[in-house]
């Protein structure tokens, strides 16, 4: 059901010819054949089809009563009557209701068009074109799905739309504004020392301008704040010294204060940024980050009037199947819906019939017989013993086999799910037999509604993921393969006479008094009093022994010991909020009398640290109580910024969630329909990974769910996919058709393609996928490029059409990539910018430079060019031969002391030396490989940075079976002279002490919040990324960062890391002499 891979503008064309002949069929049967321009909009075909008619051989006589002579003309009616309609790529009929639309634009299967009149909806008919543009694939095709799952997420989601618009639109104008605009500001008021100390006394330098029209002369004035006053306080500041030339008294000034304070806001100038609420000056980003940097901040007044005026109209209108009554589903297995029975009312154990299998496609030679493995997990945990089918001929894959499981339907839990797979068995003479998946499936024995899952299930199999170790994937997608040519296993699970449905939480909670009442000998009640005297006889050991345990690293793996240990003293736990990770785990999942007495811990835990609570969000915690706590912590603990910061982690976790509909995702499309910075990114995140099959079906319904009620941006949104399909074309014609034609013929058919009116149009004008603050005007063809490597990335330049922009930036560069994988790039540079605020917070400056970077689809992605900044293979070959050869390591040191002259060479060595630590940490811990010149950048101002982070975790890249990385991470005589400001004894000189000071607290800092790192990492265990595939590749992070070690061992071992690093600099230098002997030639 996902969308298609896009083939172009025409079924296997990327590009349409200038000129294509188009075959027009009119209601009154006559063909006409159209030679029309690629980039011709429909309006004017439709005129050119009408004109055409006309033309026809007139009619036999008898026609003449006829106002018209021309064959059945006069049975059409008025062309505004009528649309085109047309095969997609798809295979979808589609109404073309919006005639401005290019030709080259509809992607057609065939240059096919039929004019009919429309009928139903028209609105409604354009919303949904607009919503299925913006997904990838139309939305008809979810009307097509008969599983009421679907349809009852459908309706029920939109609740939650309502509220969101509601929401926004509840406090007039500025509730909207706050949505377009939101405030985007630090999640802490307090400024931290080390950035106050660099105001005057507290006081803050601003610039107002104000923007006079008709004329658009500009005016400023510079005002001395406190640091901390509100943006009212700042505007009535401007207002009292844009007055001071008249001469106000002190009453009038008053007053005029008081009569256009409110009149007015503050802009950022140079972008879509606004300081609509009472927040701190220095709590807003961009103030803060101007302290930060020593830049004055820029703002503009602007009528408040004014931009509420332009806000866009949000109205939402219900679809029509909204209205429909939903269909009563029927009882799986035949079973009476109206009378449903407990499951604890059956005290049997679970049987699964193995009937046959079909479209398994084996080599016969190579395959003697293959089986069907199964096995009921909780989670990535087995709740009992796998059970395999008998081995059958690869021909006749049919077992009609009952299988039992060592668990009673009473003991299974709420997120139990059968896994299962297709395995083939392989046996050599005297040899171990070899065990191979050759497909994988899983079915949750619970549906959505907590009814046991029973009688016969098709299930279509999913094909083995690459890295797959074992034979089983527990946390793969629960469902069918959309694909119905893959695989397919047929199931039949037991039937009932009745509906049997999960037991409702007044049962849990008898069942819970009466095991605890068992264990005590006594009638027991449960409360909080209650439990915590179960508790009462810990010992004060016992209780360092449990906070002890609890303060372990998320990938700690608990003994049977500790677990018995945690149980026993579960109800002294709940004083340790941050305990219910590891009692989670101790918990077993395959016994109804601790599942039910952990449900009624959980109904009364206090709420965690959000940071905390991410962790219960993973694969290793499916249960739907226990995600649904996980969001309250959220919910109540986390700001709009941390919700920006983990939305990658947030999005990806919707993978592990058992139904549509759960509290994570009405979670998130509620933020994303009341912050659209959130929603912005919401978006893309979903979309990009739309071509995932496992996931296409739950991201493309929260996406039609975002897309109804976001309002007027639907349509920014659509320009900016528009624009990206239109570079996703060009870049794969030029990867395939152009691959051997050289530089200058390829750059001659990238200007004349991106000239063409449809291009033109496309590329200016909307907002940059990278940041939504950001708007992009005309694209400046002439400084746009094809960049040297494989891919083809385009080097892509757009003005900044903001009246203020020459007081941010003038000009938007950005590189396009078609090919590469960005995923891992954008969870690396989210990490470091994690750390950045976690040194900030604790006083570090290391001015880490997390560029922007965006996957947008399948290997398809946007990445921010910083400015002013050259690799250091750049910088090392201005040296001339002996620089660019690494025989010279002062040519970075001269280059920085080139452009900074005087006083900002102090500036730029202390730069250079803060950002260079943040990065040797950051690498260090993270694994980061391929480090070469061509990959590490310095700003002219002297600021280090990494770029390209193909490689983490410490998959390094390999020559002849060996890394060719031999240090922890890149420290050469390049950088440590820049340090050392020339000194060629760098190690020996108070700049090196003072660098190695600030590597020290930057590494304990990090190793402080170690829980934090596991867990961003860990939820994005099913996003597929190749070298992030399993917690043993996370495991790296705790050797790395020393958690099996006191504090003191881990500064010794990463000092010892250090030492390495410089001492051993030299073979980096070999690498980087290898790299560029070998891309010089490619440098830009």
């Not at 009154?28 to 051989?57: D, H, W």
């Not at 909780?378 to 060592?406: I, K």
């Not at 034609?741 to 063409?756: A, D, G, I, W």
């Not at 969870?827 to 470091?832: A, F, G, K, V, Y």
Request: aromatic residues 10%.
């Amino acid at each position: 059901m996902g969308p298609r891979p896009s083939s172009g503008e025409l079924w296997g064309l990327h590009l349409m010819p200038p000129r294509i002949l188009v075959d027009c069929c009119l209601p009154n049967g006559m063909l006409v054949s159209l030679e029309c321009l690629r980039e011709a909009p429909l309006i004017s075909i439709k005129q050119q089809l009408f004109t055409e008619a006309r033309k026809y051989p007139p009619l036999p006589p008898a026609a003449g009563k006829y106002p018209c002579n021309y064959p059945f003309y006069y049975l059409l009616q008025e062309e505004s009557c009528y649309i085109f309609v047309g095969v997609t790529q798809e295979a979808e009929r589609e109404e073309f209701y919006d005639e401005t639309r290019r030709l080259c634009d509809l992607r057609l299967f065939h240059p096919i068009l039929k004019v009919i009149e429309p009928l139903g909806n028209r609105e409604e008919k354009i919303l949904n074109r607009e919503i299925g543009f913006a997904i990838g694939m139309p939305i008809c095709e979810f009307e097509l799905l008969k599983d009421p799952e679907v349809q009852d997420f459908r309706r029920g989601i939109l609740s939650v739309c309502r509220e969101a618009m509601e929401e926004r639109e509840g406090g007039g104008a500025h509730t909207q504004a706050l949505y377009v605009y939101p405030p985007s500001v630090e999640s802490n008021p307090q400024l931290p020392q080390h950035i106050y100390c660099k105001l005057d006394k507290g006081r803050l330098i601003v610039t107002i301008w104000v923007v006079v029209s008709p004329s658009n002369s500009k005016q400023k004035y510079t005002l001395k704040m406190a640091h901390d006053c509100l943006p009212e306080q700042l505007i009535a500041e401007a207002i009292r010294k844009k007055t001071r030339s008249m001469h106000l008294s002190a009453q009038q000034l008053r007053l005029c204060v008081q009569e256009y304070q409110g009149q007015y806001i503050l802009k950022v100038c140079g972008c879509d940024e606004y300081l609509l609420e009472k927040y701190p000056l220095s709590q807003y980003k961009y103030i803060r980050s101007c302290i930060t940097v020593g830049k004055l901040p820029h703002l503009m007044l602007v009528c408040k009037d004014s931009l509420y005026s332009q806000l866009p109209a949000s109205g939402f209108v219900a679809p029509s199947y909204s209205r429909r009554t939903p269909q009563p589903s029927p009882c799986p297995g035949g079973g009476d819906p109206s009378t449903p029975r407990s499951l604890w009312a059956f005290n049997t154990l679970l049987r699964v019939r193995l009937l046959c299998a079909t479209y398994v496609n084996v080599n016969i030679r190579d395959i003697d017989k293959i089986y069907v493995r199964t096995g009921i997990y909780h989670g990535g945990e087995p709740l009992c013993d796998n059970v395999n089918t008998q081995r059958v001929p690869c021909s006749n894959p049919r077992w009609n086999e009952w299988l039992t499981y060592d668990i009673y339907l009473t003991d299974l839990p709420r997120s139990a799910r059968l896994c299962l797979s297709i395995c083939s068995v392989k046996g050599r003479k005297g040899a171990k037999e070899e065990h191979c998946p050759l497909a994988w499936g899983n079915v949750n024995l619970f549906d959505y509604k907590d009814t046991l899952v029973s009688g016969k299930v098709a299930l279509s199999l999913w094909p083995v993921p690459h890295g797959l170790e074992d034979l089983l994937n527990p946390i793969g997608v629960a469902g069918p393969n959309p694909n119905k040519e893959t695989p397919c296993v047929e199931l039949e699970f037991t039937c009932f006479n009745q509906t049997v449905v999960f037991p409702d939480e007044q049962q849990i909670e008898e069942h819970a008094n009466w095991v605890i009442s068992r264990e005590l000998g006594y009638n027991y009640s449960l409360g909080l009093s209650n439990r915590l005297a179960c508790d009462s006889t810990i010992s004060q050991a016992e209780v360092e022994q449990l906070r002890a345990l609890c303060s372990r690293d998320p990938l700690y793996e608990l003994s049977e010991q500790e677990k018995d240990f945690l149980w026993r003293h579960r109800h002294y736990c709940v004083n340790i909020p941050e305990s219910l990770p590891k009692l989670l785990l101790s918990v077993k999942w395959n016994s109804r009398d601790e599942v039910s007495q952990m449900y009624c811990l959980l109904r009364d835990w206090p709420l965690m640290q959000p940071e905390g609570a991410l962790e219960l969000l993973d694969c290793n915690f499916p249960d739907p109580m226990v995600r649904e706590f996980a969001l309250r912590c959220l919910v109540q603990g986390l700001t709009d910024d941390k919700i920006s910061q983990y939305l990658l982690q947030l999005v990806q976790v919707l993978k592990y969630e058992m139904y549509l509909d759960n509290p994570l995702a009405r979670f998130l499309i509620k933020k994303a329909l009341t912050n659209q910075r959130i929603g912005h990114f919401f978006f893309w995140h979903l979309k990009s990974e739309m071509h995932n099959k496992t996931v296409s079906r739950r991201f493309g319904l929260l996406l039609e769910a975002f897309c109804r009620a976001c309002g007027m941006y639907l349509k920014h949104l659509n320009r900016q996919v528009e624009a990206m399909d239109k570079l996703v074309n060009l870049t794969d014609t030029l990867k395939h058709e152009k691959k051997d034609e050289t530089q200058k013929t390829q750059m001659k058919f990238l200007v004349e393609h991106m000239s063409r009116p449809d291009y033109m149009e496309a590329l200016r004008g909307f907002v940059s996928p990278l940041n939504p603050v950001h708007q992009l005007g005309n694209l400046r063809l002439e400084e746009c490029r094809i960049m040297s490597s494989a891919k083809r990335p385009l080097w892509l330049n757009w003005e900044n059409p903001d009246i203020m922009s020459e007081l941010l930036f003038t000009n938007n560069e950005v590189i396009f990539k078609n090919g590469d994988d960005l995923r891992q790039d954008m969870l690396t540079l989210q990490i470091i910018k994690t750390m950045e605020n976690i040194w900030q917070n604790q006083g570090l400056d290391l001015r880490m430079l997390p560029y922007g970077c965006l996957s947008i689809g399948d290997c398809v992605g946007l990445i921010e060019v910083v400015k002013n900044s050259y690799t250091i293979m750049q910088i090392q070959c201005k040296g001339g031969l002996k620089g660019a050869l690494q025989f010279n390591s002062n040519t970075l040191h001269h280059w920085i002391k080139e452009k900074n002259k005087g006083e900002a060479y102090d500036r730029a060595i202390d730069l250079f030396t803060r950002s260079c630590a943040g990065y040797c940490v950051a690498t260090f811990i993270l694994g980061i490989g391929d480090r070469h010149n061509s990959n590490i950048m310095v700003k002219e101002n002297g600021q280090l940075f990494h770029i390209d982070f193909g490689h983490f975790l410490d998959h390094k890249k390999k020559k002849f079976g060996y890394k060719r990385e031999r240090v922890p991470f890149v420290l050469t005589q390049d950088f440590l002279i820049v340090i050392s400001k020339g000194v060629q004894e760098c190690t020996k000189t108070k700049e090196f002490e003072r660098f190695q000071e600030m590597c020290y607290k930057a590494y304990l800092a990090i190793r402080q919040h170690a829980t934090l790192f596991i867990n961003l990492f860990s939820l994005l265990l099913g996003c597929g990324m190749p070298e992030l595939q399993s917690f043993d590749d996370i495991a790296y992070l705790r050797k790395t960062l020393a958690l099996e070690k006191s504090q003191q061992e881990a500064l010794e071992y990463f000092t010892k890391q250090m030492n390495d690093a410089h001492h051993g600099g030299w073979t980096t230098k070999m690498d980087w002499i290898f790299h560029t002997i070998r891309h010089m030639p490619n440098e830009h």
